[in-house]
C-alpha cells in the first residue's frame, strides 16, 4: 500500500502561469515532508520542506502548504519556467526517522513557452 | 554538489551474476541510504547506514547486502542480479534530515 500518493503522473502548464502539484498521504504520524525535483539521467535535488507543525512555506517562486486534517499537501510553482520542466517528488518521513522518506510515485510536469 | 560518487554510472548484467554498486562521499557524512527507482514506485529505501559496519534494512531489502568498511563508502551487493532489480540505484546522504542523492547507476539485468 502506497502511503504517499501523486494521482497526477503529469501535468502541463503554459510558461508564466501557476503550476500546482498534488500529494495525498495516509500516515497521520508523518512529521516532515518534502519535495524533489528530478532532472533525466540526474540524482533529485531537494527543492522545499514543511514542518507538520505548519501550514505553510515559502521559498522564491515555491510555496507548499500542508492540510493535516486533509492528509494532502501541495507545490506551487508561481511563475512557472521551461527550465522548471522536471520529475517531482513528493516525500514524507516519521519523525525522527532523517534520510528514511516514504516517496510518492512522482508527476513530470511540463512547461511549455 | 553533495559529494557523492556512485559507480559505475551505467551497468548491464545477466540474470544470476553478482553485482556490486559503490557510493563514496567526500562530506563525512554518518548515515548513508541507498534507493532505487522505478516508473509507479518512486523512490524506495533498500538498506541505509548509520555508521561504520552498522546497517539496517530498508522497505525493499530482499536480494541486496551492504557493507561499510569506512565512512566514505557504502557498497550495495546483488549476490544473484534477477530483472526485477532492473532499476536505477541512488546513494544519498542525510545533513540536516535532508536527503541529497548522487547521480545514480542504470542497472540492467538481462
Known amino acids: 500500500d502506497q502511503q504517499v500518493k501523486q494521482n497526477s503522473p503529469s501535468l502541463s502548464v503554459q510558461e508564466g502561469r501557476i503550476s500546482i502539484l498534488n500529494c495525498d498521504y495516509t500516515?497521520?504520524?508523518?512529521?516532515?515532508f518534502l519535495w524533489y525535483k528530478k532532472y533525466p539521467a540526474e540524482g533529485p535535488t531537494f527543492l522545499i520542506s514543511?514542518?507538520?507543525?505548519?501550514d505553510k512555506n515559502e521559498d522564491g517562486r515555491f510555496t507548499v502548504f500542508l492540510n493535516k486534517s486533509a492528509k494532502h499537501l501541495s507545490l506551487h510553482i508561481v511563475p512557472s519556467q521551461p527550465g522548471d520542466s522536471a520529475v517531482y517528488f513528493c516525500?514524507?518521513?516519521?519523525?525522527?526517522?532523517?534520510?528514511?522518506?516514504?516517496f510518492g510515485q512522482g508527476t513530470e510536469l511540463s512547461v511549455k513557452p | 554538489d553533495a559529494g557523492i560518487t556512485q559507480s559505475p554510472r551505467h551497468k548491464v548484467t545477466e540474470t544470476g551474476t553478482p553485482v556490486t554498486l559503490r557510493c563514496h562521499q567526500t562530506?563525512?557524512?554518518?548515515?548513508m541510504y541507498w534507493y532505487r527507482q522505478d516508473p509507479g514506485h518512486g523512490l524506495r529505501l533498500i538498506h541505509y547506514?548509520?555508521?561504520?559496519?552498522?546497517?539496517d534494512k530498508g522497505e525493499v531489502s530482499d536480494g541486496y547486502s551492504v557493507s561499510r568498511s569506512k565512512t566514505e563508502d557504502f557498497l550495495l551487493t546483488l549476490e544473484s542480479a534477477t530483472s526485477s532489480q532492473t532499476s536505477v540505484y541512488f546513494c544519498?546522504?542525510?545533513?540536516?534530515?535532508?536527503?541529497?542523492f548522487g547521480s545514480g547507476t542504470q542497472l540492467s539485468v538481462l
Open positions: 544519498a546522504i542525510s545533513p540536516g534530515g535532508k536527503l541529497f
Open positions: 500516515n497521520s504520524m508523518f512529521d516532515y
Open positions: 514543511i514542518s507538520s507543525i505548519k
Open positions: 516525500a514524507a518521513s516519521l519523525y525522527n526517522q532523517g534520510g528514511k522518506l516514504i
Open positions: 562530506e563525512n557524512h554518518r548515515y
Open positions: 547506514s548509520y555508521g561504520v559496519k552498522d546497517t
